[in-house]
């Protein structure tokens, strides 16, 4: 870990470690809210109503951590990375992001940090990719030597060189997805912020950036926080995770502590050739009977139990399709909360 630079820690909370060095959180969020007033109700009976997209939300990284921050849809993920990288200011809560306070410092801040959203684009879609890095290194001030550097470091790790000279709307989502990232860290940020790095990719594409992160994160101790809906950038990236769910912190820690807080099974989906009644096999339950499709939840997740199970449904009944889907992480946390458990929380690595 990287020691505190008093300096640049300007109002983060700097860690005692082994009484001498002291580590600084890259991010320290402490009871961060953010509200909103929307507009309800029919035409004209319109009511305004509050709602707390983000409640009471605390937890730090440590530099070097790559932390995913989970929860199903709406649960406020995207206002809270909004609210790291300065667009939005909370209404409620202490919030510093590299020392910074990301909404009242936020050209300093973007110096410090990348930000990708895999849904948008930072680069210029009429341009080629070349000229877009061209133009980020002039919008972060990089100085000439060390953009052609880390330009060409960064081509060469992303397997960038055969489309430099292609315009951005041209580019695959893979290939756009590897420019932006290679436009995010042209100015070699210390934390990187990632909204769904690998959404919409192919296996491949997957596997490129979840190892191009990793080894950025291991040879120049980039901190990441990514949101993600992907248990594989989950199981492949992160160690820890954060999950929260209608707004408020629900779970703080190691990937395998929430899963033993709730166990997900695989789900076999079969097309048969005709409609039919629920297929009973052991080793699964039907759960869902849409027409020729069913659902089975298989009761184990060994590869012995997909098997056996498949040969049971494919000697009893005329199969046209099978698809062995893995639980998703919103499955995980949905889970967790139908058990109804006390979710556990365990301290951030680093702290103490
Ligand atoms: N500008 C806004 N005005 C009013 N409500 C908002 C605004 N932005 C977000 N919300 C509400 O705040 C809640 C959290 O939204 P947010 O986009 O942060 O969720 P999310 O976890 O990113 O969801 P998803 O995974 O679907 O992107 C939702 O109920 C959403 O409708």
């Known amino acids: 870990m990287r020691p505190g630079r008093p300096g640049l820690a300007r109002g983060a909370a700097p ?94 801040l973007a110096a410090r940090i990348g930000v990708v959203f895999g849904q948008r684009t930072t680069l210029w879609w009429d341009l080629p990719l070349r ?44 290939q756009r997805m590897r420019g932006d990232l290679a436009a995010a860290l042209l100015h070699d940020p210390e934390l990187l912020v990632l909204d769904e790095p690998t959404i919409g990719l192919d296996v491949v594409s997957k596997s490129a950036i979840r190892e191009f992160l990793l080894r950025r994160n291991a040879e120049r101790g980039t901190t990441i926080l990514l949101t993600t809906h992907d248990l594989g950038d989950v199981e492949r990236l992160c160690r820890r995770v954060v999950v ?27 097309d048969l050739a005709a409609p039919a009644g629920p297929i009973e096999v052991a080793g699964a339950r039907t759960v869902r009977v849409e027409g ?38 919103e499955d995980v946390v949905a889970r967790l909360y139908a058990r109804g458990r006390d979710v556990p929380r365990e301290p951030a690595p680093g702290a103490g």
């Open 15 to 108: 860690l005692p470690i082994h009484g001498e060095l002291t580590v600084t959180f890259v991010i320290d969020a402490h009871g961060l809210g953010r509200g909103f007033v929307r507009s309800t109700g029919p035409l004209l009976r319109r009511r305004r109503e509050r709602v707390s997209a983000v409640r009471d939300v605390t937890f730090s990284v440590a530099p070097g951590e790559i932390v995913g921050y989970l929860g199903p849809n709406g649960a406020g993920k995207s206002t809270t990375m909004k609210m790291l990288t300065g667009i939005l200011a909370p209404t409620r809560g202490r919030l510093r992001v590299c020392g910074l306070e990301p909404s009242r410092q936020r050209t300093r």
């Open 244 to 270: 929260i769910d209608h707004g408020r912190l629900a779970f703080d820690g190691g990937l395998d502590a929430l899963r033993a807080g709730a166990p997900t099974p695989r789900t076999l989906v079969v």
């Open 131 to 174: 000229d877009s890095l061209t133009l980020v290194r002039h919008l972060y001030r990089v100085d000439a030597a060390a953009h052609a550097a880390r330009s060409a470091e960064l081509t060469e790790l992303l397997e960038l060189g055969p489309f430099l000279a292609t315009p951005v709307r041209q580019l695959s989502l893979g």
């Open 292 to 329: 020729p499709r069913q659902w089975l939840e298989l009761s184990g997740n060994p590869a012995e139990v997909v098997s056996e199970v498949v040969s049971a449904v494919a000697r009893r009944h005329a199969v046209v399709d099978l698809t062995l889907r893995e639980p998703d992480i």
